[in-house]
C-alpha cells in the first residue's frame, strides 16, 4: 500500500511539468491557426492579443519555475484554441 501511495504521488508530481510545457509548442500552433481562421479582423485582432499575454504568462511561469501561472496560461490557450474552433 505505501509502495502504491508513492508511486501515485510520483506520477503527479512528474506529469504536472509535461501537461504545463504543452504551450510550448501550442502557442506558436494557435498563433498560425488564428491567422488562417474566417474569423473576423476584429475578432482575429483580439484574439491574437489574448493569444500573446497568453504566451507572456506561460514564459514568466517558465521563468519563474510556477507551475500554477504555466496552467493559467494553459487556460487562455484552451479559451482561443475553442473559439477559433480548433
Known sequence: MKTLLLTCTFVAIASAPAL??????????????????????????ELS????EGDA????GH??????IMLESLKILDEIKAKIGR
Open 20 to 45: 504545463a510545457c504543452r504551450g510550448t509548442a501550442e502557442y506558436p500552433q494557435v498563433a498560425a491557426q488564428l491567422a488562417q481562421s474566417k474569423l473576423s479582423a476584429a475578432d482575429k485582432e
Open 49 to 52: 492579443k489574448r493569444l500573446q
Open 57 to 60: 504568462i506561460h514564459r514568466r
Open 63 to 68: 521563468e519563474r519555475d510556477n507551475k500554477d
